[in-house]
């Protein structure tokens, strides 16, 4: 598939010849949401923790005989069913993490690409190089419409890029290797330097 492409100012700047592998799959919701669902899982700190009836602070004797009060039988205070005693079954520091084999990520990430593409999303740009100045850049984005845009660039982002990028809302920029579905789905419109096209096309070969 052709796309054109288009420089920060707008104006064109030829034309790109799209991998149908990369840009031309039939997006599948099933493939995108174990890929994000395995991202999300990852980024999951796992660090939420309750104590469990060995680890409060109760004193341990008996509190009340076996036998004879006509109440149920308890050890301690520690048990679950007082106020303040241990929890049951209750979270414990783990990693939410799964594993995903590297050929479906691969997919996933092609999945993505192509529903960008699919929905008219996305952007080729012949560079992303600016002066570094964020009013310059600002304007240039606004003129362009971009509004929650993720732009990815080739193996290195351009500094002047980054650093004029920082204070701009909606505006993100990543190398082809940060290139993920998550942060693809969840903006509006995907922006791919010519580098980044090539970049990525010897990413997923």
């Known amino acids: 598939m052709k796309l054109d492409v288009i420089k920060l100012d707008g104006s064109k700047a030829g034309s790109v010849e799209l991998s149908e592998d990369l840009f031309g799959q039939e997006p599948r919701a099933d493939i995108l949401h174990r890929v994000v669902r395995w991202q999300r899982n990852n980024a999951q700190a796992g660090t939420h923790k309750v104590k469990t009836r060995s680890e409060t602070s109760y004193s341990t004797k008996k509190i009340y005989r076996q036998k004879g009060t006509g109440g149920a039988r308890h050890g301690d205070r520690n048990a679950p069913i007082f106020r303040g005693g241990g929890i049951y079954k209750g979270p414990v520091v783990r990693s939410h993490g799964h594993d995903l084999p ?98 990525l096309e010897a990413r997923l070969k």
């Open 102 to 199: 590297k050929k479906f990520r691969k997919l996933g990430l092609k999945h993505a690409l192509s529903a960008k593409a699919k929905a008219g999303e996305l952007v080729v740009i012949e560079d992303a190089a600016t002066e570094g100045k964020t009013a310059a850049l600002a304007k240039q984005v606004k003129n362009l419409g971009w509004k929650r845009a993720l732009v990815i660039d080739g193996a290195s982002v351009n500094e002047d890029f980054l650093k004029a990028s920082r204070n701009i809302e909606g505006l993100d920029i990543l190398p082809t290797m940060g290139a993920n579905v998550y942060d693809i789905l969840k903006r509006d419109t995907l922006v791919i330097t010519k580098a980044g096209i090539e970049a």
